[in-house]
């Protein structure tokens, strides 16, 4: 098992930056493929970014591309979103999740429903 909490969302005006974290505790860390997802009120859940076990591959949904990064510190139990530019259409509950397949060590996860632990979320809310 794995427990999962962010933190890092707060309210920023439009073209502001925040970023995210997303820390684990239990099992080793880079046993998972990790994912950052959002939702917004009326619509479903979105991966936003996910990144491999290993962390050396990435994917971000067109919507963030270029504006949003995520990467992992294995070492610190942690994975992150920086999010730039932000536009008001990226306020959204943010939450993270882990994936424990095991797959390959660069193999992203982007079915939703194969992530099977989830962080509380955090609330990220941008201003126009």
């Given at each position: 098992?794995?427990?999962?909490v962010?933190?890092?969302?707060g309210?920023?005006?439009?073209?502001g930056?925040?970023?995210l974290?997303?820390?684990?505790s239990?099992?080793?860390?880079?046993?998972y493929a990790?994912?950052?997802?959002?939702?917004a009120?009326g619509?479903?859940?979105?991966l936003v970014?996910a990144i491999?076990?290993?962390?050396?591959?990435?994917?971000?949904?067109d919507?963030?591309?270029?504006r949003?990064?995520i990467s992992?510190g294995n070492a610190k139990?942690?994975?992150?979103l920086?999010?730039?530019?932000?536009?008001p259409?990226?306020?959204?509950?943010?939450?993270?999740a882990a994936?424990?397949?095991?797959?390959?060590?660069?193999?992203?996860?982007?079915v939703?429903?194969?992530?099977?632990?989830?962080?509380?979320?955090?609330?990220?809310t941008?201003?126009?």
């Amino acid at each position: 098992q794995v427990q999962l909490v962010e933190s890092g969302g707060g309210l920023v005006q439009a073209g502001g930056s925040l970023g995210l974290s997303c820390a684990a505790s239990g099992r080793t860390f880079s046993s998972y493929a990790m994912g950052w997802f959002r939702q917004a009120p009326g619509k479903e859940r979105e991966l936003v970014a996910a990144i491999s076990r290993s962390g050396g591959s990435t994917y971000y949904a067109d919507s963030v591309k270029g504006r949003f990064t995520i990467s992992r510190g294995n070492a610190k139990n942690t994975v992150y979103l920086q999010m730039n530019s932000l536009k008001p259409e990226d306020t959204a509950f943010y939450y993270c999740a882990a994936d424990s397949n095991m797959y390959l060590v660069d193999t992203i996860v982007g079915v939703t429903t194969e992530y099977d632990y989830w962080g509380q979320g955090t609330q990220v809310t941008v201003s126009s």
